[in-house]
C-alpha cells in the first residue's frame, strides 16, 4: 500500500510543495538583502560579521541546507552524512574556514532534542574549526529557532562545548588589484513570504508534511522539477546582486547550485556557442550530446544567459538524493564549485566549475 501511495502522490505532493513552500517576493527580496548587508557594514554584530582575508592564502568552504534530521525516513541529509563528514575532515586538515550557511537542522519537521541525539558525528567534526576560530554559523528559515529561541545558546554549547554565535550574514572582504571585492553570504530566504517565518506554514510542515513525508519517503527538499531551471528566488537573487558595487552574492536556499550566475544547462549552452563561433564541430557535437542527456531542446534557455554577470553563487546542498553534496570553496585566489560523491568505497572530491577572482574582479566591475 506504501508503494502504491508513493506512486500516485509522488507527483501531486512535490507539485503542491514547488508552489505553496515559496513564495519569494521582489521588492521584498531587495530591501531584505540590501538592509542585511548595510547592517552588517555598519558593525551591527548580531546580523554578522566583516571578515577580511588575503587573496592568496584565505581559505573558506561554504555548505548549506544540510537539513539534518533524526535519522527517520524523513531524514534527507543520512545518505549524505559520509560525503559530509569526510568533506569535513579534508578542509579541517587543509586549513579552512566552514561557513555553515543556514538549514544545518531540519527545526521544521524535528525537535532540538531528536536532532541532537541524532546527529553527534556531524557536530563533532564542525565543532573542530571552533578553537582555530574557524567556524561560522548562519540560520536560515528551517533553523530559524537558533535566531529567535531564547535557549538556543545552550542548546549549541551542548553539542560543540562552547558558545557558538549565530548570524544572518557573513561578508568576506578581499584586495584584487588594489580594488576591495566583497563576498556577501547569507542563507537567501529574505525577503521569502513564507520562509521568512509564515505560521501556518510552520504548522503544515512540522504536523502534517513531515509525517507524510515520512511514511511515503518523498524529499521535498530536493528541486521538485528539472534542477537546471532556474528558480524564481534564484532570479531574484541574481537581479539584486547584478545591481551591487563590487560584490559577489553567495546563498543557498533553493537547493540549486549556480556558478557565475548560470546553471549547469546554461553554462553548457554558452560553450556550445562558443564553440560554434570557433568552428570546433567535434566539441559542438560534445556539448549538443550532454545538453541532449538532459532533455533540454533549444528553445527552453532565454538568451540572457549570455549576458548574465557573474555576481551571484549557489552553495547547492548536502541533501541530494544520490549522497552527493556541493559547496563552494575559496582559496588560492579562486572560487570554486565543488561535489563530494561515494565513487565504490572512495569519498571523492570534484571540482565542478571554477573561476580566478581577480577575473570575477575584472568582470563584475564592468557596466
Not at 59 to 75: C, E, L, P, V, Y
Not at 91 to 119: M, P, R, S
Not at 210 to 216: D, E, K, R, T, V
Not at 359 to 365: F, G, P, R
Request: hydrophobic content about 40%; overall charge negative.
Amino acid at each position: 500500500m506504501q508503494q502504491f501511495l508513493r506512486r500516485i502522490l509522488l507527483k501531486p505532493v512535490l507539485r503542491l510543495s514547488e508552489r505553496y513552500s515559496s513564495k519569494p517576493d521582489r521588492q521584498r527580496v531587495f530591501a531584505a538583502l540590501s538592509d542585511l548587508l548595510s547592517r552588517i557594514l555598519n558593525g551591527e554584530h548580531k546580523k554578522g560579521l566583516v571578515v577580511p582575508f588575503d587573496i592568496e592564502t584565505g581559505k573558506f568552504i561554504i555548505f548549506s541546507d544540510q537539513h539534518k534530521g533524526t535519522r527517520n525516513g524523513a531524514d534527507d541529509f543520512v545518505t549524505n552524512e559520509p560525503a559530509y563528514l569526510a568533506a569535513l575532515g579534508h578542509y579541517y586538515n587543509a586549513g579552512f574556514h566552514l561557513i555553515a550557511l543556514g538549514d544545518c537542522e531540519e527545526l521544521w519537521e524535528n525537535t532540538w532534542l531528536g536532532v541532537k541525539g541524532a546527529q553527534q558525528p556531524s557536530f563533532d567534526k564542525e565543532k573542530q574549526f571552533i578553537p582555530k576560530n574557524a567556524f561560522i554559523k548562519i540560520f536560515g528559515n528551517h533553523d530559524l529557532m537558533w535566531d529567535n529561541d531564547p535557549l538556543a545558546a545552550v542548546y549549541l554549547k551542548s553539542v560543540y562545548g562552547e558558545t557558538v554565535p549565530i548570524y544572518e550574514g557573513v561578508v568576506l572582504q578581499t584586495m584584487v588589484g588594489g580594488k576591495r571585492i566583497q563576498v556577501f553570504c547569507t542563507h537567501g530566504h529574505q525577503g521569502d513570504e513564507v520562509s521568512d517565518g509564515n505560521w501556518f506554514s510552520k504548522f503544515f510542515v512540522s504536523k502534517i508534511w513531515a509525517p507524510l513525508q515520512a511514511y511515503l519517503k518523498i524529499n521535498p527538499n530536493t528541486p521538485a522539477y528539472d534542477a537546471n531551471l532556474k528558480t524564481a528566488h534564484n532570479a531574484m537573487m541574481y537581479s539584486w546582486s547584478a545591481q551591487q558595487q563590487d560584490l559577489l552574492l553567495i546563498t543557498g536556499h533553493t537547493h540549486q547550485p549556480l556558478f557565475e550566475s548560470l546553471t549547469h544547462v546554461e553554462r553548457l549552452y554558452r560553450q556550445l556557442l562558443f564553440a560554434r563561433q570557433q568552428g570546433d564541430e567535434s566539441m559542438a557535437q560534445t556539448l549538443q550530446e550532454e545538453i541532449l542527456k538532459r532533455k533540454f531542446t533549444y528553445d527552453k534557455i532565454s538568451d540572457d544567459y549570455l549576458v548574465l554577470r557573474p555576481t551571484y553563487f549557489n552553495a547547492g546542498c548536502c541533501c541530494f538524493d544520490g549522497g552527493e553534496i556541493t559547496g563552494i570553496e575559496i582559496s588560492e585566489g579562486v572560487l570554486r564549485l565543488i561535489e563530494w560523491r561515494q565513487q565504490g568505497t572512495q569519498i571523492t572530491r570534484i571540482v565542478l566549475e571554477e573561476a580566478e577572482l581577480s577575473e570575477l574582479a575584472e568582470a563584475i566591475s564592468k557596466k
